[in-house]
C-alpha cells in the first residue's frame, strides 16, 4: 500500500507539469511545405521576395538541449519579383556561381520543447554565407501536432558586416541588414 500511495504521490507533479518531447527526435523538413522570407529595407524603395529550402533533417537531443543537421536553402533561388534585380543579387551579391547554398546548422538551444502544442526556444548555431561561417542565436516558435512540426523564426542578417555588397548607388541608400522569416514544417520523429 506504502509503495501504491508513493507512486500516486509521485505521479501527479508529472501529470500537472508539461510534457517534454522525447530525449531523441529527428525533424525532416519538407522543402515544398518550408520557405526562407527575406525584406530588405530602403530609402524610398523595400524588397520583399523568398528563397526556396532545398533540405533539411534536425536531430534534437532533449537531454544535453543539443541539435545537429543542416537546413540548406537554395541561393540562386531568390524571388523578388524583378528577374532583372534578382539576376544581379545571384552574380553581384550572393556569388551563386561559386557559392550554391546557404546553410544553418543548429547546435544547442535554450528552452524546452513540448511534446504537442507551441514552445518557445532560442537556438545557437553556424550560419555560413558565401562559404563564410557565422554564429548566430535566434528565437524559433516551435508547434508540435502529432507527427507533424512547424518551426518559425525571425532574425535579421547583416549581410553588408558578414561581407556581401552594398547594393546602393546614387540617391538609392539601402539597408545594411535584410529581415528574414524562416518557416520550416515538416515530419517528427522519435528514436536515433
Known amino acids: 500500500m506504502k509503495t501504491f500511495a508513493a507512486a500516486i504521490f509521485l505521479a ?3 501529470a500537472t507539469s508539461p510534457v517534454l518531447l522525447a530525449q531523441h527526435q529527428t525533424f525532416n523538413v519538407n522543402p515544398s ?3 526562407v522570407a527575406f525584406v530588405l529595407g530602403g530609402s ?3 524588397v ?6 532545398q533540405s533539411g533533417s534536425i536531430s534534437f537531443d532533449s537531454a544535453g538541449k543539443k541539435m545537429s543537421g543542416p537546413v540548406v536553402v537554395d541561393a540562386a533561388s531568390g524571388n523578388s519579383g524583378e528577374s532583372s534585380r534578382d539576376k544581379k543579387m545571384n552574380s553581384d551579391m550572393l556569388d551563386t556561381r561559386h557559392f ?3 546553410t544553418f546548422a543548429p547546435a544547442s538551444y535554450q528552452g524546452d520543447i513540448a511534446a504537442s502544442g507551441y514552445s518557445t526556444i532560442q537556438v545557437s548555431g553556424i550560419f555560413t554565407l558565401l562559404g563564410a561561417p557565422h554564429d548566430l542565436t535566434l528565437p524559433m516558435q516551435i508547434h508540435i501536432d502529432g507527427a507533424s512540426m512547424t518551426a518559425k523564426g525571425h532574425f535579421t542578417v547583416p549581410y553588408v558586416q558578414w561581407g556581401l555588397k552594398d547594393p546602393s548607388w546614387g540617391f538609392l ?3 545594411k541588414e535584410v529581415g528574414i522569416d ?3 514544417s515538416g515530419s517528427l520523429r522519435s528514436g536515433n
Open 44 to 46: 524610398g524603395h523595400h
Open 173 to 175: 541608400k539601402v539597408a
Open 33 to 35: 511545405a518550408s520557405q
Open 100 to 102: 550554391a547554398e546557404v
Open 48 to 53: 520583399d521576395g523568398t528563397f526556396h529550402v
Open 182 to 184: 524562416l518557416t520550416l
Open 12 to 14: 501527479i507533479p508529472l
